[in-house]
């Protein structure tokens, strides 16, 4: 079974950079894609990255510009690079995982990390 580790998350302040990471655990073969979803206190949750597995990567474009979310060569890790964080990137960040689907909907994702906090300063 798939399991995703999420870790990395921390406080900073405006205009720092930090680097989240998921760790995959278990056979991945069947993985299409994986992505990046965050969601604020009482606001819905949002898609920011998604990485198919060919490669391709497509950003929200809140963060489009400031985010990256490369992979390691064997696929146990995913990154979530952030450059030049806003108080309003502040979030429970989480890593997901499909099978099929991969649209910027949290329910085509199947597997699901714990989250981790991302709290930005001003």
């Known amino acids: 079974q798939v399991q995703l580790v999420e870790s990395g998350g921390a406080s900073v302040q405006a205009g720092g950079s930090l680097r989240l990471s998921c760790a995959v655990f278990?056979?991945?073969?069947?993985?299409?894609?994986m992505a990046w979803f965050r969601q604020a206190p009482g606001k819905e949750r949002e898609g920011v990255a998604v990485v198919l597995s060919d490669g391709n990567q497509s950003y929200a474009s809140s963060v489009k510009g400031r985010f990256t979310a490369p992979q390691n060569n064997a696929k146990t890790t995913l990154y979530l690079d952030m450059n030049s964080l806003k108080p309003e990137d502040t979030a429970l960040y989480y890593c997901?995982?499909?099978?099929?689907?991969?649209?910027?909907?949290?329910?085509?994702?199947?597997?699901w990390g714990q989250g981790t906090q991302v709290t930005v300063s001003s």
């Open positions: 997901a995982a499909a099978d099929w689907g991969c649209s910027w909907q949290s329910s085509d994702y199947r597997y």
């Open positions: 278990g056979y991945s073969y069947t993985t299409l894609c």
